[in-house]
C-alpha cells in the first residue's frame, strides 16, 4: 500500500465552485427522467427504495396489530396471507436487494474511484427502469390477484393455487436483470475506471464490498430467474417439473431457490458490511485495522455463500451425509464474517470515537448482527434446527440479520453520505432520538420472538394458543416503538431539504476520495482529473484531539 495519508483532487474542489452542482444542472422532470448522471440515477432508486421500505413497514405494523390477539384482530386468515406475502417480496425484492447497491452504490461508488460517472451510464439508466417495469409487474400481479404462497413461492402451492403467480415471479425475473445490469456496470467500473494511483488495495473497503456483491449478483440471480420461468412454464402447460401430481419434485424448486437466495442474503448483507468499513474508521479517527482482512473477507464470504444453501433444506429429507456437509460448511461463513466484527472492533479500541448519528448506527449494527450472527449457529447445528424449523425463532433470526444487519447498516450509509448527497446537515439530536428508538423497538419486537420459537410457536400462523399471547403482545408494542423511530426519521430528512445548503465538502473528517468533492458534487463529480497521493482510513497524521 503507498505510504500515503489522504487523496487530493488536483483541480475539481478548487475549479469547481464556479460549476453547477448535479441537482442545480437541469431541474425540468425531463432532465431526471432522461439522465445518464450517477447521481441522479442513485437519487432516483433511493427515492423507490424508501417508498417500498415504508409500505413494507406499514404491512408489517398491519401483520403485527393483527397478531395483538390470538383470534382474527383487523383482518381475516385470507387477507393476513396476501399481506404477508406482500410484506415479504416488497422488503426482499423491492427494497433491501437494491436498497444499498442501487442507491448508495450508485452515488458514492464512482465518486470513491475518482470517475466521473460509471462504465455504462446508459445500462445503469435502463436498470432503473427495468427495476420500475419489474416493480410494476410485481406489485399489480399481487395486489389484483390475490398472491398469497409468500415470498419464497414454493412448490407445490404456488404451481396449484389460483391467483396471479405467474405473472408475479415474471415481476421478479424482471428485477433479476436489473439486479445484472447493476452488477455488470459496477464491475467494469471498478476495474477500468479507478484514478491514476489506486490500486486495488488503494480502494476504499466499501467498493471492495460492492465488487464481492455485484460477483455474486451476476453469478447467482440467473439461477433465480431460470427457477421463476419454469415455474411459469409449469403452470401454464402442465410440464412436471415441480408438481409431484405431474412428475415433479418439489424438493427440486427448493434447491434452485436457495442456491441464489443464500447468495440473495450476502447481496444483501455484504454492502451493509461495506459501509460499516467506511463509518468506523471515520468516526474513530483511527487507522483502519487489518485492511487486506476485512477487504479479503467480502471475496471469502461471495465465494462460500454459493455453497451452503442446502442448510435451509434440514428437513425436506436431504441424505444425512448432505445435511452434516451443509452443516459444516454453514459455520465456515462465520469466520469471514468473524473477521469483519473483529477487525472493526480492534479499529474502535484506543480511538478517538465521535458519537454522531452514521456512528451511532455502526454500532448499533454491531450489536443487532452479533446477536443475528450467532444465533445463525442455532440453526446450522442440525440437532437444534429440527425443532427450530419453520418457527419463530427463524423469523427472529432473520430479521437481526437482514434488518438488524442491512436496514441498520442502510441507515448508517444514509446519514453518512446525505450530506454528500443533497449538502445539507440534519438534526443531530432527533437522529440519535431516532436510532434509540430503532434500537430499543426492534430488540422488543425480534427479541422476543426468539422466546416465542423457541416455545414452539410456528411462523406465518393467523391463529395461535392463548399461552403465546403476551410474547405476541410485547412483539407487537415494539414495532410501534421501531415504526415511531422511522417516522422521525423521515421528519429530520425532510426538514434538512427545506434549508440552505449548508454542508462543508467533508463534515465527518472523512479520508476517501468522495469527500474530496463538493457537496453536493457537481455534474461530472470532478473538475480535473483526481489523483490519488495517499491511502484511505489513514489517521496517522491527524493531530490527536483534533478533527480533520
Not at 121 to 132: D, E, H, K
Not at 211 to 216: E, F, H, K, N, Q
Not at 285 to 303: D, E, K, P, W
Not at 307 to 321: E, K, N, P, R
Request: aromatic share 14%; proline share 5%.
Amino acid at each position: 500500500m503507498a505510504d500515503v495519508i489522504q487523496q487530493q483532487v488536483q483541480t475539481a474542489t478548487i475549479s469547481g465552485h464556479h460549476e453547477v452542482d448535479y441537482l442545480s444542472d437541469g431541474n425540468g422532470i425531463k432532465d431526471w427522467l432522461y439522465t445518464v448522471d450517477h447521481k441522479r440515477i442513485g437519487i432516483m432508486y433511493l427515492i423507490l427504495v424508501l417508498t417500498a421500505f415504508l409500505a413494507g413497514g406499514l404491512l408489517a405494523m398491519a401483520i403485527r396489530l393483527e397478531l395483538l390477539t390470538p383470534a382474527r384482530t383487523i383482518m381475516d386468515a385470507e387477507t393476513y396471507n396476501r399481506v404477508f406475502t406482500l410484506h415479504g417480496a416488497i422488503m426482499v425484492f423491492l427494497f433491501i436487494i437494491p436498497s444499498i447497491p442501487a442507491a448508495l452504490g450508485n452515488f458514492v461508488l464512482p465518486l470513491m474511484l475518482g470517475a466521473k460517472d460509471v462504465a455504462f451510464p446508459r445500462l445503469n439508466l435502463a436498470s432503473f427502469y427495468i427495476y420500475v417495469l419489474g416493480a410494476c409487474m410485481m406489485l399489480g400481479a399481487i395486489l389484483t390477484g390475490g398472491v398469497d404462497t409468500g415470498w419464497t413461492f414454493y412448490t407445490p402451492y404456488s404451481t396449484s393455487t389460483s391467483g396471479s403467480v405467474a405473472l408475479t415471479t415474471m415481476g421478479v425475473f424482471v428485477l433479476g436483470f436489473s439486479s445484472i445490469f447493476t452488477g455488470i456496470n459496477f464491475i467494469a467500473t471498478i476495474h477500468k475506471m479507478r484514478a491514476p494511483g489506486m490500486g486495488w488495495f488503494e480502494m476504499p473497503l466499501f467498493v471492495w464490498g460492492m465488487y464481492s456483491t455485484a460477483v455474486i449478483q451476476v453469478l447467482a440471480t440467473p439461477v433465480l430467474g431460470i427457477t421463476m420461468v419454469l415455474l411459469v412454464l409449469e403452470r401454464a402447460f402442465g410440464i412436471g417439473i415441480f408438481d409431484p401430481r405431474i412428475g415433479g419434485d418439489p424438493v427440486l424448486f427448493q434447491h434452485f431457490f436457495w442456491f441464489y437466495s443464500h447468495p440473495a442474503v450476502y447481496i444483501m448483507i455484504l454492502p451493509g458490511m461495506a459501509i460499516i468499513s467506511e463509518v468506523i474508521p471515520t468516526f474513530s479517527h483511527r487507522t483502519i485495522f487489518g485492511y487486506r482482512g476485512i477487504a479479503f473477507s467480502s471475496v471469502a464470504i461471495a465465494l462460500v455463500s454459493f455453497i451452503v444453501w442446502g442448510h435451509h433444506m434440514f428437513t425436506s429429507g436431504q441424505s444425512q451425509l448432505i445435511n452434516g456437509v451443509f452443516s459444516f460448511l454453514t459455520f465456515i461463513v462465520g469466520i469471514p464474517s468473524g473477521i469483519k466484527v473483529f477487525n472493526w472492533v480492534a479499529t474502535m479500541y484506543q480511538g478517538r470515537i465521535t458519537l454522531k448519528a452514521p456512528m451511532l448506527f455502526a454500532i448499533s449494527f454491531l450489536l443487532l448482527f452479533t446477536i443475528g450472527g450467532l444465533t445463525g449457529l442455532f440453526l446450522g447445528s442440525l440437532s437444534v434446527d429440527i425443532h427450530l424449523h419453520d418457527t419463530y425463532f427463524v423469523v427472529a433470526h432473520f430479521h437481526y440479520v437482514m434488518m438488524g444487519g442491512t436496514v441498520i447498516a442502510f441507515l448508517a450509509g444514509l446519514h453518512y453520505w446525505w450530506p454528500k448527497m443533497f449538502g445539507r446537515m440534519y438534526n443531530e439530536k432527533l437522529a440519535a432520538l431516532s436510532c434509540a428508538l430503532i434500537f430499543v423497538g426492534f430488540n422488543v419486537t425480534f427479541l422476543t420472538q426468539f422466546v416465542l420459537g423457541s416455545r414452539g410457536m410456528p411462523r406465518r400462523y393467523y391463529n395461535y394458543l392463548d399461552q403465546f399471547q403476551p410474547l405476541h403482545q410485547f412483539s407487537t408494542f415494539g414495532s410501534w416503538i421501531l415504526g415511531l423511530g422511522f417516522f422521525i426519521m423521515l421528519g429530520y430528512l425532510l426538514a434538512s431539504l427545506r434549508g440552505p445548503k449548508n454542508a462543508p465538502a467533508d463534515p465527518w473528517g472523512g479520508t476517501t476520495m468522495e469527500w474530496q468533492a463538493l457537496s453536493p458534487p457537481i455534474t461530472h463529480n470532478f473538475s480535473g482529473t483526481p489523483v490519488l497521493t495517499r491511502a484511505p482510513y489513514d489517521y496517522r497524521n491527524v493531530p490527536q484531539g483534533v478533527d480533520k
